[in-house]
């Protein structure tokens, strides 16, 4: 890709139009990056510094603008990373919860079934043998 800058003169008053394209190497026009300005140039070394000026203040206002879209993109950009961050911490948090009221069902179970067994367990009868141990 090349830039093509043309300078063509519109009427007589010394007004060139200005235009930069970005063009393909096989010669298509691809994209107009900047402005097209009216404005009067160098002619036999004479020039306008009022006519300067406002070409300044129209580039400058343009930069401006481009400043304040990269901001306003830069700002959108910061707060989906912050609102991802909340809703990755929100769903760790929900799963640490599920994860932690599954082991407290788990141990309730495990009460119930510790309960249930000691209710139909079989008391011990003794036989007289106080002493006795196992082979």
Known sequence: MFLLINLTRKS???????SV????????KMKQILLILLCST???????TQQANRILDVLQSYLLIVALVIIVILIAIVIAIIIGV???????????????R?????????SQ????????????RST????????
């Open 86 to 100: 909340i809703i990755v911490a929100l769903t760790g948090n929900l799963k640490l919860f599920n994860f932690c």
């Open 12 to 18: 007589t008053n010394s007004r060139y139009a200005l």
């Open 42 to 48: 160098y002619v036999c070394g004479v020039h306008s």
């Open 102 to 110: 599954s082991i407290q069902r788990q141990r309730s179970r495990i």
């Open 128 to 135: 007289g043998l106080k002493n006795y141990t196992p082979l």
């Open 21 to 28: 394209q970005m063009r393909s190497p096989d010669g298509t």
């Open 113 to 124: 079934l510790e309960s249930t067994s000691q209710q139909h367990e079989v008391p011990f």
